[in-house]
């Protein structure tokens, strides 16, 4: 009945509004409003309800806002890990761990765990998780399901338990233990990979950039690489035979648990061993860029670290390695030239030292070299303009290398004149005003010479005779480190009426130039 009225009314209404726009009748918005207004009234007086919700403008039930308020279900670290009699959440809760300890269900678990009986116990500890949420009872079943599945050696599936007990509860009291097994995770994937030593590294060869590794030991690296298995070494293939092995990307497993190492627990013990080690599987497989980026993550982030000397070494390396050539981008050879000359500089002492520095010259000849090979692509656009500027650039920045000479011989064949720069001369602060030349005071003589002065063995000394006339001359002198003596009795035409000189008057020209110059 309700709808049959809402369509006929409807209807009534579309077809007033259609013969309004037909015989184009003009009318008023108060119109318009008086005739929905009464629309709704007779909708209402037939028995139907009004197309408007009306009780969202009631009042408001403050039981349900106490509820939607209620911070009672959120637990801190220190809230799950409170005594048994503390206040619990809504949820079933006692609060604190030792209610893990006291469950029966997880006593069983534990015991199962303790027999050796790890199959039954994984299957009781996953019964907890599931039953319980946001309690101690499920953080502490999570931790034990995953070293259920670690003592079987079921890995895969310890990874993703310990990741989702990182997950569900960061500040977690097993952190420490779940990361240490996701350390050692890590490892066995990557084959027991070791953090490389400085004795692996050998010198870059400009000879042919970009085609040469960064360690000696690439060669052994792909021995022992080629014996593991095929699905070890191809992601896409899949391991059918081994279940303490993901079913595909063994290593990127490897690398992504020891990222939940360093990422979960960035101030723990293992984390700046994670990165290291997997800066290392990165340098070993020729990922340069990604191994500086770890490098990197380790000199910004863990100062304190016995890798840190290891991290500028083996950063600046990766740097260098990942250069190309001189028909390349130059950006990852100055990065490595800068971080090479911070290495010589925090670090004093260290081994590697001599090879740095003789890589530092090295990449001192390759900035010139890049230089003279842009010369001779503008000499072949037959642009000699621009190939005088790239020499002229080469002698200035570069002058001891080998390039600087070819760059004279090319001058001199587009018949300019090379003009070494002469080395400037060096700057040094200005020293204090003197009162006097050095000239002065080598001619200056005693005041009174063959007499002692009134101080003894401290004799007077005076100026040569044109300094000493310049106070008089100028009515007292208008620098400030001379003495100002008192002025004698002046003549009349110089106005010996003032028996003192007067200082506000504007200082001689020659004497302002002395003081300006003095300065400078």
Not at 153 to 163: G, L, T
Not at 256 to 274: N, Q
């Amino acid at each position: 009945m309700c709808s049959a009225a809402h369509r006929r009314y409807e209807s009534v209404l579309w077809m007033t509004m259609d013969n309004l726009m037909k015989h184009q009748l003009t009318f008023s918005r108060s119109a318009i409003i008086a005739a929905v207004s009464m629309m709704t009234m007779l909708a209402g007086l037939s028995g139907c309800a009004t197309g408007l919700d009306m009780s969202s403008l009631g009042f408001r039930n403050r039981n349900v806002d106490d509820e939607l308020a209620s911070t009672d279900d959120v637990k801190g670290p220190l809230e799950r890990i409170l005594p048994i009699g503390a206040r619990g959440g809504s949820r079933g809760s006692s609060g604190g761990y030792a209610f893990s300890e006291r469950n029966p269900e997880y006593q069983r678990a534990m015991k199962l765990h303790d027999d050796g009986d790890f199959n039954a116990a994984e299957k009781a500890f996953k019964k907890l998780v599931k039953s319980n949420k946001d309690n101690a009872l499920q953080e502490d079943a999570m931790y034990m399901l995953g070293e259920c599945q670690f003592q079987q050696k079921r890995y895969p599936r310890a990874q993703d338990s310990f990741d989702e007990l990182l997950n569900a509860y960061p500040s977690t009291r097993h952190t420490t233990q779940a990361t240490q097994r996701l350390f050692q995770i890590g490892r066995y994937w990557l084959n027991f990979e070791e953090i490389v030593t400085t004795n692996e590294i050998q010198q870059v060869d400009f000879e042919q950039p970009g085609k040469q590794h960064a360690l000696a030991t690439a060669e052994e690296t792909a021995r022992k690489r080629a014996e593991r298995p095929l699905s070890h070494r191809m992601p896409l293939i899949p391991n059918l035979s081994d279940r303490s092995r993901p079913y595909f990307d063994t290593e990127g497993r490897g690398v992504e648990a020891l990222r939940s190492v360093w990422l979960k627990d960035p101030t723990g013990p293992l984390a700046d061993d994670a990165l290291m080690l997997s800066a290392s599987y990165y340098l070993r497989k020729g990922d340069y860029v990604e191994a500086d980026r770890f490098f990197t993550l380790i000199r910004d982030e863990y100062p304190d670290s016995p890798h840190f000397r290891n991290a500028f070494v083996f950063g600046s390396h990766a740097k260098l390695v990942s250069y190309q050539g001189p028909d390349y981008d130059g950006a990852q050879l100055l990065a490595a030239r800068d971080l090479k000359e911070s290495t010589l500089r925090i670090f004093k002492d260290f081994p590697e030292r001599e090879m740095m520095q003789e890589e530092l010259r090295l990449i001192y000849e390759e900035e010139a070299r890049k230089k003279w090979e842009r010369a001779l692509f503008w000499e072949k656009k037959r642009n000699a303009k621009a190939v005088s500027i790239e020499c002229r650039e080469i002698l200035r920045r570069y002058p001891t290398s080998e390039a600087a000479d070819k760059a004279r011989q090319k001058l001199a064949e587009l018949g300019q004149t090379v003009e070494e720069d002469k080395p400037k001369r060096e700057f040094r602060l200005p020293g204090l005003p003197r009162p006097f030349s050095q000239e002065e005071m080598d001619n200056a003589k005693p005041l009174n010479e063959g007499s002692a002065s009134q101080f003894e063995a401290e004799p007077q000394w005076e100026a040569s005779q044109k300094t000493a006339n310049a106070p008089e001359e100028s009515n007292g002198s208008w620098l400030p480190w001379k003495w100002r003596q008192e002025p004698k009795e002046l003549p009349a035409d110089k106005g010996a009426d003032r028996p003192i000189p007067n200082f506000d008057e504007e200082a001689p020209a020659d004497e302002e130039e002395e003081f300006i110059r003095q300065l400078l």
